[in-house]
């Protein structure tokens, strides 16, 4: 089995029973109606402890890696993608470990339990994977830092405990390290709503549903001194530290949306009859099916020998932009198979064939587009391009 301990075969198995009896239904109702996922879920996935799967032990959390986490999102993404993706506010809180051990136990213990579940906001209306483009920023005022600016893309915004917000302090910017002069702020806040001098708008998305992608504008948005994370101007390389177990989480999810449209398309051409017999007795239906395996399968094995290498410390920052790259690529393919093999059945609400289809898309996009990850690869190979 390779990689695929008894624990985690046992751990994996748990998660796609879960997902499969209390995630699909779920999905399935909720995503034609664009609808939020629904709190008593949020609960189940607490109980289950899948918000501190990479929480240590003393923090009230599971204490394993990135493996398991990725195992465990990729089964709740073969049932909704938006479930899989959110128990990373919990497992991930970016730059706790610039955090003083007092503060650790006391959000990391939270977010063990799913009461402390962050959002991102780091996107702007100009600037996506140009990250040195940020042009947010966070000034001191006496007793606390006023910020100021847009923010794109921030999904959770709402449900959210607290944001981590990227905003530039620094004053001179070098236009060969645009990066420097960032900085980190954890702005706590209450749960259901907006922080204090901030407004926004959900963003009309045509997929991710159950939960709102926001659109934010901080307008002297006022937060305590304290709320920075780690130095002033460091905000780029604590972000950047959780990267590679980002690509893989997202690796993971567009596997679990993929290995769903797969599921569901083999069973359809199985029970699906023209001209007298099943469509799965079609050659043109048969090797679809065994392409969409292939690749599914292929990105599953590159997907665990990343886990692997960050679990054990190593440097692997080409081969998760490999993976994530891979992944959402093959995802949006399979999908596509999947929706064609459900004929016309499938670009209607009727089956999820279209919400797998839609999800994968965003996969290609998310945690850094797929030309990012070709840019990556090819600086290992080439160099920098201009150096």
């Known amino acids: 089995m390779g990689y695929l301990t008894e624990e985690r075969i046992m751990l994996r198995d748990a998660a796609r029973e879960f997902a499969l009896k209390e995630v699909l239904p779920v999905a399935n109702r909720l995503d034609p109606e664009k609808g939020d996922i629904p709190p008593e879920l949020m609960e189940k996935l607490a109980e289950l402890g899948y918000f501190g799967i990479m929480i240590p032990e003393k923090y009230g959390g599971m204490g394993l890696g990135c493996f398991e986490y990725c195992l465990v999102s990729q089964e709740l993404s073969r049932a909704w993608m938006s479930v899989g993706s959110i128990i990373r506010s919990g497992n ?118 159950g939960w709102k992608t926001w659109e934010l504008a901080f307008d002297d948005a006022r937060v305590p001194l304290d709320a920075i994370i780690g130095a002033e101007g460091r905000g780029f390389y604590i972000i950047s530290r959780e990267l590679e177990t980002g690509r893989a989480h997202t690796a993971a999810r567009a596997i679990g949306v993929a290995q769903g449209a797969y599921e569901d398309a083999l069973a359809y051409a199985q029970e699906r009859e023209q001209f007298n017999r099943p469509i799965a007795d079609f050659q043109a239906i048969r090797f679809k099916l065994a392409k969409m395996k292939i690749e599914i399968e292929a990105a599953q ?38 929706l064609q093999i459900h004929g016309g059945a499938g670009y209607t609400t009727h089956f999820a064939a279209e919400r797998y289809w839609r999800d994968a898309r965003l996969t290609k996009i998310f945690e850094g587009t797929s030309e990012i990850q070709l840019r990556i690869v090819s600086d290992h190979i080439l160099g920098k391009a201009g150096q």
């Open 92 to 209: 991930i809180l970016m730059g706790s470990g610039e955090l003083s051990e007092e503060r650790r136990k006391k959000y990391l213990t939270r977010a063990a339990r799913g009461e402390f579940l962050g959002a991102l906001a780091m996107s702007e209306p100009n600037a996506g994977s140009d990250v040195g483009n940020i042009s947010t920023r966070a000034v001191k005022k006496g007793e606390h830092w006023s910020i100021t600016g847009s923010k794109y893309w921030c999904t959770f915004a709402d449900g959210a405990d607290y944001l981590i917000v990227l905003a530039r302090t620094g004053q001179e910017v070098d236009p060969e390290r645009r990066h420097r002069g960032l900085s980190a702020f954890l702005v706590e806040k209450p749960r259901g709503e907006l922080p204090p001098g901030v407004s926004g708008s959900p963003i009309p998305k045509i997929g991710y549903y």
């Open 301 to 338: 094995q590159l997907m665990y020998y990343v886990c692997d290498a960050i679990d054990s410390g190593k440097r692997c920052d080409q081969e998760a932009a490999m993976v994530k790259y891979y992944a959402g690529e093959m995802a949006e393919r399979v999908t596509s198979e999947a």
